[in-house]
């Protein structure tokens, strides 16, 4: 789990206020009429303050119950997640990582700017440690995503729409799809998180795989079973393309923070020691 800081700068508290100091009771009224009460001027200074304790306790409600399904993902910060690449010399790998830094917090500003309301109620969601651990729960926990063309779906609502409908939407439509010619129908690739998913261990030789179909419309991904599974038997994917040889799958693998010891790699280690001892032996 994932312990915010707040304004008060303490685990766990988003800000919210906290209760008078000389310990009396306070009624917190919340919802609309709260709202239209303090908009006429009824609340006194104490009733003011009750209701935006109950607007921060709601925020924060709201807050954690958003998080509760991203809880189950393994989180580092995404410039903490990124191995450095054999074409980066050691002695750039900290100005590497600055990049990657860089981009998030020009991404967390731009977000908070394209969403004004979600940036007031969650600021903390767009400092750059909660922002670039939601980045790096994404990096490595992803899923990628191919879903229907929401362009083709559109122009296909539209030759659906009554007749008269239709002729009155295609004045607009028609030069758009003419402008699109071919390209009308491109689905949209994407990343997508699923719960289940990431609580999945790694193995080169999976028994499952999992995958977003077409016909999974649902937002849900599915597992697919590669082989035969005995009772009791723990499912495995593999966080990497389990195609690639032994030191290239391990090179992969290091955004992850461990080096596989799965039956598949310990066997391919074996028979390369195997070959390079026969090798000094001639």
Known sequence: SYSFAGSS?????????????????????????????????CLSGEEKRAAEVGRLTEVDSALVQAWEVFRHGWKRVWWEAIARPSDVPPEEEAEFLQQFQDLASESSSLLALALPQVAQQFPVLFTPQVYGSIIGMFELNNLALVVD?????????????????????????????????????????????????ACMNHSCAPNTHAQKREEDKDG???????????????????????????????????????????????????????KSKKKIAR
Do not use: W
């Open 149 to 197: 063309p929401p362009v083709e779906n559109y122009f296909l609502h539209i030759d659906d729409l009554p007749e008269q409908e239709k002729v009155a939407a295609q004045v607009v439509t028609q030069p758009i799809l003419d402008m699109l010619d071919k390209d009308y129908d491109i689905p949209c690739e994407g990343t997508g998180f699923f719960p289940s998913q």
């Open 9 to 41: 700068g303490r685990p766990g508290n988003l800000g919210s206020a906290e209760a008078p100091s000389d310990g009396s009771a306070v009624h917190v009224q919340t919802g609309e009429n709260t709202d239209r009460m303090e908009a006429e001027g």
């Open 220 to 274: 849900r991904a599915v597992l697919l079973a590669l082989r035969p599974i005995s009772v009791g038997e723990e499912l495995t994917i593999s966080y990497v393309d389990e195609s690639l040889s032994l030191s290239k799958r391990r090179n992969a693998l290091k955004d992850y923070g461990f080096v596989c010891s799965c039956p598949r790699c310990i066997d391919e280690e074996s028979r390369k020691k195997s």
